[in-house]
T-cell receptor, first 113, second 113 residues
Framework: KAGVTQTPRYLIKTRGQQVTLSCSPI?????VSWYQQTPGQGLQFLFE???????NKGNFPGRFSGRQFSNSRSEMNVSTLELGDSALYLC????????????FGSGTRLTVV | DQQVKQNSPSLSVQEGRISILNCDYT??????FLWYKKYPAEGPTFLISISSIKDKNEDGRFTVFLNKSAKHLSLHIVPSQPGDSAVYFCAASRIGSGDKLTFGTGTRLAVRP
């Protein structure tokens, strides 16, 4: 079966711009979570969506937002980009919201210049 | 506040020997622990997990040990193989908290032929 698909794989944006990242979960998975990976910080939880509802949120500023569509695909948006937002953004899907059922995508590498 | 810590950023081991990766946590509410392996340009892949009601879980060459009193877990890989060279993340969750994992910062394992 197809895995978790994240698009685009790479992105370069300028400070102050906004960006939208996309995540298509494994077919049948209803939960999508987003993580930010930066050197020295590991993976940090952004938010989780389950059946189109945000169920859990990490400690990120309001510039980071997301949504989930009825087909479980999810998008993440970052507005007013800062240099510190440069990171690998990973999404993970699971069938029923159990963290041990995660499958990660390959990520979107965002570079802010 | 880093609730999950991997204090060794890197580890080098000879092929065929044991690799021991360590992880400490501070939040006593965590009750489920996972190890993920990550190759460059790929998302993390699930390796092995352990519930807080156990102190050991084994899967082939991989064994995870949990010491709840010390809030410490370790991943043993025996025997180590060059293909095991990757970054290893430990993660923790609290059952009932939804799809939210708290990750450590990772340990880069290099297995020398």
């Amino acid at each position: 079966k197809a895995g978790v698909t994240q698009t685009p794989r790479y992105l370069i944006k300028t400070r102050g711009q906004q960006v939208t990242l996309s995540c298509s979960p494994i077919s049948g998975h209803r939960s999508v979570s987003w993580y930010q990976q930066t050197p020295g910080q590991g993976l940090q939880f952004l938010f989780e969506y389950f059946s189109e509802t945000q169920r859990n949120k990490g400690n990120f500023p309001g510039r980071f937002s997301g949504r989930q569509f009825s087909n479980s695909r999810s998008e993440m948006n970052v507005s007013t980009l800062e240099l510190g937002d440069s990171a690998l953004y990973l999404c993970a899907s699971s069938l029923d919201g159990r963290s041990y059922g995660y499958t990660f995508g390959s990520g979107t590498r965002l570079t802010v210049v | 506040d880093q609730q999950v810590k991997q204090n060794s950023p890197s580890l080098s081991v000879q092929e065929g020997r044991i690799s021991i990766l360590n992880c400490d946590y501070t939040n006593s509410m965590f009750d489920y622990f996972l190890w993920y392996k990550k190759y460059p340009a790929e998302g993390p892949t699930f390796l092995i997990s352990i519930s807080s009601i156990k102190d050991k879980n084994e899967d082939g060459r991989f064994t995870v040990f949990l010491n709840k009193s010390a809030k410490h877990l370790s991943l043993h890989i025996v025997p180590s193989q060059p293909g095991d060279s990757a970054v290893y993340f430990c993660a923790a969750s609290r059952i009932g908290s939804g799809d939210k994992l708290t990750f450590g910062t990772g340990t880069r394992l290099a297995v020398r032929p």
